[in-house]
């Protein structure tokens, strides 16, 4: 019903920056929230990031003050800008789309590296 296609992951230095969008596509009339998630090798995946579609955000402790998600309603499209990049932060990183009362949708994840 919902397709998210994720662009912009890719390798960089520490201190380095990049920005990953999220365009949806199909039934997104029921979407309330948008989020990024990231997982790295042997680690469970958690939120990064959320953005509800009044604009209010909620971040991880890890990345507040260094990432910024956004969104562009007219374009379906979510963002989430990173900066001040730690290897820490080598992850897939995965868009998602919530819903109220029912599952939401994942992006197939893209790769961020980070090196030091």
């Known amino acids: 019903q919902v397709q998210l296609v994720e662009s912009g992951g890719g390798l960089v230095q520490t201190g380095g920056s990049l920005r990953l969008s999220c365009g949806a596509s199909?039934?997104?009339?029921?979407?309330?929230?948008m989020g990024w998630y990231r997982q790295a090798p042997g680690k469970q995946r958690e939120l990064v990031a959320t953005?509800?579609?009044?604009?209010?955000?909620n971040y991880a402790d890890s990345v507040k003050g260094r990432f910024t998600i956004s969104r562009d309603n007219a374009k379906n499209t979510v963002y989430l800008e990173m900066n001040s990049l730690k290897p820490d932060d080598t992850a897939v990183y995965y868009c998602?789309?919530?819903?109220?009362?029912?599952?939401?949708?994942w992006g197939q994840g893209t790769q961020v590296t980070v090196s030091s």
């Open positions: 998602r789309a919530s819903r109220q009362y029912l599952p939401g949708y």
């Open positions: 199909g039934r997104i009339s029921r979407i309330n929230a």
């Open positions: 953005i509800t579609t009044s604009g209010i955000t």
